[in-house]
């Protein structure tokens, strides 16, 4: 027997079917839920908007047979400011693979306002794109239980070191001085951007994006937490590297290449 239920959600994926049908992925305080969509690619359908990809919005859905179908929904944000701006759209979809990825049918709400606030600051433009990634990486990996040990220097417990060092495969912080076997993908860093990956790591969720970062500290914000969330998900992200490519950053494309 069916049952009904009203979920809260934002569509990560579209697929499509025939008939002018849809399968969607939906992020939910729940965990991801597909859902087939009758008639909803057909022009003027009513469905047809919230039921995008980037959309947000409440979905009615029959679960039947471990299968879930829509009955009606309302769109609560649509996100346009997307959708005139590619750079930020290949970000948006990035974050997509990210949480499709990694996201379990266990219930993760805070994935969800991860996304929702991320969205909301590529839609607006009002971050800069590297820092709106460098975030959203690094507040995932934390979420997923793997953040770095950001607290103080692992060798001296110096809290604030004039000269950090940001170590991706022991995922902690020492002070220059105590570094005694260097390895390459170390990240010797400004003082602001020890800060920033502290924000980002630990901050409430309200504030998660208000702080700001210039030039090469940006720069090296946005280095470290792609390093580290690579290197922890051992993955490839085929949109990731669109996004490298897209943005002109070729060095960072060939990093986001298969290290297999
Ligand atoms: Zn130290």
Do not use: W
Not at 55 to 74: K, P
Not at 151 to 168: D, G, W
């Amino acid at each position: 027997m069916a049952t009904h239920l009203t979920v809260r959600g934002l569509v990560i994926r579209e697929t499509p079917l025939h008939d002018a049908d849809k399968l969607f992925d939906l992020l939910t305080d729940e965990g991801i839920r597909t859902v087939q969509a009758k008639s909803v690619r057909k022009p003027g359908s009513k469905y047809g908007a919230v039921t995008q990809l980037f959309s947000y919005g409440e979905f009615c859905l029959r679960q039947n047979g471990g299968r879930f179908y829509l009955d009606s929904a309302v769109s609560l944000n649509l996100f346009y400011g997307l959708r005139n701006d590619l750079d930020a759209l290949a970000l948006a979809s990035y974050f997509s693979e990210l949480i499709r990825k990694t996201a379990t049918d266990q219930p993760q709400p805070q994935l969800l306002r991860l996304y929702l606030l991320s969205l909301h600051h590529l839609s607006e433009h009002d971050r800069p794109l590297p820092l709106v990634k460098a975030v959203f990486e690094l507040r995932l990996i934390t979420e997923l239980g793997m953040m770095p040990n950001l607290v103080c220097c692992s060798v001296c417990m110096e809290y604030q070191p004039a000269h950090p060092v940001l170590r991706i495969r022991q995922a902690d912080l020492v002070c220059a001085g105590c570094l005694s076997e260097p390895e390459p993908q170390d990240f010797a860093v400004r003082a602001s951007v020890l800060l920033a990956a502290r924000h980002a790591v630990f901050s409430e969720p309200d504030r998660l994006f208000q702080f700001r970062l210039r030039g090469e500290s940006e720069t090296q914000f946005a280095q470290y937490a792609e390093s580290y969330l690579r290197h922890r998900l051992g993955m490839y992200f085929p949109t990731l590297k669109f996004y490298h490519e897209l943005t002109g950053n070729g060095r960072a494309a060939d990093a986001a290449a298969p290290t297999e």
